[in-house]
């Protein structure tokens, strides 16, 4: 199949933005793997303070003749994603020396839960997390005695930050571990039921509890489709997965048997081998296309607008948000899992899962069928998914016809011909906005403004009934410079409800929502941010806004805008306390919401 115009066309302009950073990056990378199999350059301090603690290991370490494998973990037990990791470097380990290698757990990364911080202080240092991860990753691999790293984390800011991580020790291979959804627990559908309950004081603390554990259960990711669950996807149409890895349950023979594999495949790939496939030749701008597409035909996370511009910038490749709008145009959404459906990923992978997506995307000429991947030359692997023949892995086929039309659909006949993914700019700034699950009556409001400078005040407004009539509820300093840029996600529940009361509602904000924004029209990441005196910082009460999704558009008609001298926040309150006293130097260096709001990169 040919490929699709406009996707030829976006890369193509990526890679004539991206010529210089990306000649760069590749000349230190060609220039880094020249150099040989690093620890043959250690002196033999060096290596004896490396190798003092692997007592199985250390002759075989010594000879330096096999391929060493760094673990760079977010092990923790906080998070319901990362638990599995515990057993993980045992194995690895294991199945290292069956594979003619070794391994060493090299480091470990922080990973914060955003389910725990939601509406917390806490939240202020969870897009900042993604930073320290990628200089946590930085620190795990500058002890440069490894010939691979095997990567192992989920959830929302650490799989971005390990990529960062990787992409700077681009000469070596990177395989991404991923250890799999929780069991399926109460339906989505219900917990939100409950939520909005509890918002409108129809049910009491009791009630939301026991729903909220009934729904986040066990060990595993949360099953809904959010940030957690987009980035599984994102790494295996990226080719940093082994093929059909992404979506298998926690503590099952297959998930182990995968990890295994996982490791024999980075032996395989280092420079001491005949396959040698360095992190930073796979991450190029097809790899990053690759995953804008199925970012859109999945209906996944919005985090990722911000994130996979900083995960490409640190590879030498500038995207921007015309790439996301202009590759959402062409790419059907396909799949609906909550909060675009019913369904949680579980059933989406059973429905046939990302196997079945890659060999429909790929027939349509919507993604690059010669990256480079883990695996090969080429995504055809990623038309596969394993299976365990007895105690021996295989790949097989994937499923050829959706199992579950109400979940999966073919490119063909899509739930929605576009993405749903649409970039906004105006008179206000650029910004984003999610509408694959936003009825579309909804997808233009035009209602006066209501401002808040946190989300606390909008629920005291709610509770207090202050909210009658069509309102765009604006947020405004909950930028990345402002406050480290938290999610809004627990505003969900309240506008919910009054969008439910027959209310023309919609949120606008330099902050963030999730993957898990809802039905409730929110132009988000708006930039430039109120801190630095942007648009938003000009707006009042009152003003009439105007959010138009299909012309792509968020503006204010106010004739004496212009004119009006932006407002400032007192700020005080978030420099200081549940740690955020260390990410001042963060706060101030920031770059903008639409270049990915990084600091290290």
Known sequence: MTLNATIARVTDRIRARSEGPRGDYLDRMRAAASAGPARAHLTCGNQAHAYAAMETDKATLAAGRQPNLGIVTAYNDMLSAHQPYEDFPKLIREEARRNGATAQVAGGVPAMCDGVTQGQPGMELSLFSRDVIALASGVALSHNTFDAALFLGVCDKIVPGLIIGAATFSHIPAVFVPAGPMTSGLPNDEKARVRQQFATGEVGRDKLMEAEMASYHGPGTCTFYGTANTNQMLMEFMGLHLPGSSFVN??????????RAAVARAAQITAQGNDYRPV???LDERAFVNG???????????????????????????????DFDDISNVVPLMAKVYPNGLADVNHFHAA???GYMIGQLLDAGLLHPDARTIMGDGMQPYRMEPRLAGETLEWVPAASETLNDRILRPASAPFAATGGLKQLSGNLGRGVIKVSAVA????????????????????????????TADTVVVVRFQGPRANGMPELHSLTPTLSVLQERGLKVALVTDGRMSGASGKVP????????????????????????RLDAIAGTLTVLAEDFDSRTPVTADLSANSHGIGRDLFEAFRRNVGNATEGAAVVV
């Open 440 to 467: 579309p009556e909804r997808h233009v409001i035009e209602a006066p403004a209501r401002i808040f400078h946190d989300q606390e005040a909008v629920k005291t407004a709610f509770k207090a009934g202050e909210f």
């Open 280 to 282: 930073g030749e796979i």
């Open 250 to 259: 926690p503590g099952t023979p297959l998930r182990a048997a995968l990890t």
């Open 292 to 322: 804008l597409v199925g970012l859109m035909a999945t209906g996944g996370s919005t985090n990722l607008v911000l994130h996979l511009p900083a995960m490409a910038r640190a590879a030498g490749i500038h995207l921007d948000l015309e």
């Open 352 to 354: 046939g899962g990302l």
């Open 522 to 545: 929110a132009a988000i990441h708006v930039s430039p941010e109120a801190a630095t005196g942007g648009p938003l910082a000009k707006l009042r009460d009152g003003d009439i806004v």
